[in-house]
């Protein structure tokens, strides 16, 4: 629980420009064990494939971490993990998860990373579970997306969220703006990863949050085209 408070000490501060994304994570995902949700009988057990990925060549071992093909293998292969979620976990989702917490921009994941990942899977699952009434493994998109607004509280206007409904979800056989599950945690990552980006650049440019920040070309480059 340190690394998580130590990494969102300053996030969890509700703005009046960003919202309160860290609060809620702090509330709700780190306040659960993933390991039990997922169906295994300790943490230690999740370890070991952490721990047999980190094996599969020399650069883990050096940085004792995995790359986004290791995440892959151990989202697919542990029968715990996919029995919990229910889905095949793509590659490109596994790069833009590992993105998402690369705070050291090296394209490695350590395992406090991996296990904060878990935690915030587990979480955003339990919330799509509650829209996903039929067990079908989708749920209504705006719904979601209100759940996004309302409980992370991102400050997003009508044609954000229009931006928001129109990428990620896609309309059912039966008329209905819909959501699966893996799309649902794209949107997630990205919206959590690009808010925090232009937060801490806003935060360091006025030495206080003003909803306003400014990029170069490259840094923009930078912070959209690593996720």
């Known amino acids: 629980m340190a690394y998580y408070q130590q ?15 860290g609060q809620v994570l702090q509330q ?27 094996q599969t060549n020399p650069q883990n071992m050096q940085r004792q971490a995995i790359q986004s093909e290791n995440l892959v293998g151990i989202m697919n292969n ?34 406090d990373e991996f296990m ?13 579970r509650s829209q996903d009434v ?14 996004i607004r309302n409980q992370f509280r991102f400050q997003l206007t009508p044609d954000s969220a229009t931006t928001l409904l ?13 959501l699966a599950f893996d799309d649902f945690v794209t949107l997630c990552v990205k919206l959590r ?9 806003d935060q360091q440019q006025h030495g206080q949050e003003t909803g306003a920040s400014t990029f170069g070309y490259d840094d923009f480059i930078q912070c959209t085209m690593c996720l």
């Open 193 to 201: 990863a690009l808010t925090d980006a232009f937060r801490r650049r």
């Open 166 to 178: 129109k990428r990620y979800s896609y309309v059912d056989e039966m008329g209905r703006c819909v």
């Open 7 to 21: 990494h969102y000490q300053h996030y969890q501060q509700p703005s009046q420009h960003y919202g309160g994304y």
């Open 134 to 147: 039929d067990g079908n493994q989708r749920a209504d998109a705006n719904e979601l997306l209100a759940m």
């Open 28 to 54: 709700n995902a780190f306040q659960c064990n993933a390991w039990q949700a997922m169906g295994f009988n300790n943490q230690d057990e999740l370890q070991v494939l952490f721990n047999q990925a980190v």
């Open 116 to 128: 904060e990942l878990q935690q915030c899977l587990v979480a955003w699952y339990n919330m799509f």
């Open 78 to 111: 542990s029968a715990q993990i996919r029995g919990y979620f229910r889905i095949t976990w793509s590659r490109e989702l596994c790069k833009v998860m590992l993105a998402m917490l690369d705070r050291s921009k090296d394209g490695f994941m350590q395992w």
